[in-house]
């Protein structure tokens, strides 16, 4: 199990392909950072989970609390990052922090990879794992994306420690503090951490090495206990703690149940499916099948092809197929591809068979990168043309106008709906506890009652109805005391887009 895989020699120091490797990752990160909406290039809208996350950060830079003052069900760690990112520069100074985890991701990805095949290799292996995150990536500021470089590292340590028998106190509190990390952003992201602490847990018991067991789940403890317990505290001494655990836990519970009428396992399965059936993923579950005639290696082998598919049952469980949850995947595919590599290099070029099989290989890699870094790359001139335009929607442009023109910043305003870029915008903080009402009062109906009950008695400035959400519950609020200010379509409400002003404004 322990016996230490045959490497490639590098032609460099450890020192200098280090520092190459993480130039290049970076150099990688800034290319794909031109998908961001949030680039200063694109200036575009930041997407409707990403908005929620900064109208959070913009009511903690007001003095208020997620969960208590603002409702989301995501991990605290979240919407910290949307802050930190709001202090570095307003609105696109989280793309930084963005650049910062993907490049870290990249890194490694690539120290992943090196464990077992050539500096060239991993390279390779490190781009085809990225054709999984042009997938997911969604708009990025999600958390599975701040979730990549902890769950890289927790597979690079285990790996490191199986492979080759390294591990040290330093590591294991590493590895404790990204798990934790992890579980601030969202529980069912450390498949890694749940299938290789057991099966460590196994072999060292089995071997009746109790004492180095105890020992590395003390140190693996003390680093969780570092992340999370700050936070909790945190939260407590806020009075927040409570809110969080409703949110967290329970809101989350009922999420889950609630998805397509009951019939949670039919989309269980639907999500699987979805998420496994990609073609890189694929790839790298059928080079772990294929691995496990490695007798030597076998053992770790088998733990990676559990953890693989745990990873993906982990990320089905809500039976929801949003894209973005894939990005978790981005980590796991990077050993097995790079292990199709190791066995290349050991290959003899002195037989056809062999050539093609290289040739094919090789091929194969090029038409799965290509496309997608040759797409980015093409876009690049475009994009900087048109760098200084506007480049959000002209019924967000009037809407914030209007808004900014009628309020004061120290007012509050209500947006219906799932629409929470006005916020941001607008700079303006929202009135009631939420900020969106979809799909959330839709998953406990209790709180569309409370957010209405609130929405009347508190009676902001402004409320905006994001389009396709003009209904009887907003109607009552405004029938009295608001008039129509904008609307995107005149002819049908229901498909409109509108701002209403308190009567006298």
Known sequence: MKKKMDKVVPKISERTEDITAAILSCFMALLFGLNSPLHQWI??????????FKTIALM???????????????????????????????????????????????????????????SLASLITCLMASTLLFTYYEGGNLSEEYAMPFIATGIFIFLDYLLNDVISKKRLVFSGICCGMVLMLRPNMISVWIVYS?????????????????????????????????????LALENDLTYFIKAYIGFNSKYVASVSDGN?????????????ISKVYVIGFISMLFHLRNKSQRVNNI??????????????????????????????????????FTDLEKLRLDSKKAVVLTISVYLISAILILPKWGITIAGIPKKFETRNENHFNDTTNCIVRIIEDHTEKEDKIAVYGNWDII?????????????????????IPEIMDEYISELQKEQPKAIVVQSG????NIKKVLHDNYELKFSSNDEDLTKSAMLYLRKGI
């Open 43 to 52: 200036g575009k809208e930041a997407f409707t989970d990403s908005s929620v």
């Open 60 to 118: 903690m830079e007001h003095g208020y609390m997620p969960y208590r003052d603002s409702f989301d069900h995501k991990g605290i760690l979240l919407y910290i990052l949307n802050w930190l990112g709001d202090k570095i520069i307003p609105y696109n100074g989280i793309w930084i922090i963005e650049i910062f985890a993907i490049s870290m991701t990249f890194y490694l990805l690539y120290k992943i990879a090196r464990l077992s095949c050539s």
């Open 198 to 234: 057991a099966a460590i847990t196994l072999i060292l018991i089995s071997n009746k090495k109790i004492n180095e067991w105890l020992g590395f789940a003390a140190w693996f403890a003390l680093g969780a206990a570092i992340t999370i317990i700050p936070m909790i505290l945190w």
């Open 264 to 276: 949670l396992i039919s989309s269980q399965l639907h999500a699987f499916l979805k998420f496994f």
């Open 303 to 340: 733990i990676y092809l559990l953890y693989m598919i745990l990873s993906v049952i982990l990320l089905s469980m809500s039976g929801m197929t949003f894209g973005h949850y894939g990005m978790t995947l981005v980590p796991a595919v990077v050993y097995p591809i790079s292990l199709i």
């Open 423 to 443: 916020y941001v915008l607008s700079n303006r903080i929202h009135a009631t506890k939420y900020s969106y009402q979809f799909p959330i009062g839709q998953v």
């Open 469 to 472: 959400h003009y209904d009887d």
